[in-house]
């Protein structure tokens, strides 16, 4: 089965948690995404996303506008356990972990497109290879 480090966007783009939201913000748009992990002393503190910017005054710093704990997956799991995750979750990212460091993202884009490659578009069933890997 396809693991999560196969898939996941390496070296993300990070921000500190007394950064300006309006720094952030910027930070988004000049790499076009939609998220960051806010890192403190190489530890992760959270994530922050497009979403959680609107409507905040630009001067207030990233770690006000953080919402709940950080989503996190290994990223030795298989590509169905982080979409289950992110289906239980109900977010669109998960930060990739290993011993408490970040290594990655991976987005609900990402995941969709990967899994993608492992059904046959004209009858929607699992290739052989797909199936293969997953029953190892």
Known sequence: M???????TSSPVTIRPWASVREAANLMAQHRIGSLP???DGALVGVV????????????V????????P???????????AQALMQEKGVERLLVVEEGRLLGILTKRALAFALGQGFDP???????????????
Not at 49 to 60: A, F, I, Q
Not at 122 to 136: K, M, N
């Open 2 to 8: 396809v693991q999560v480090k196969e898939v996941m």
């Open 38 to 40: 806010v890192l403190e």
């Open 49 to 60: 996303t497009s979403r959680d910017l609107r409507g905040v005054h630009p001067n207030r």
């Open 62 to 69: 990233v770690m006000d506008v953080l919402q709940g704990p």
């Open 71 to 81: 989503i996190f997956i290994s990223p030795k799991a298989s590509l169905l356990e």
């Open 122 to 136: 004209l009858t929607g069933l699992p290739r052989a290879d797909f199936l293969r890997s997953h029953l190892e």
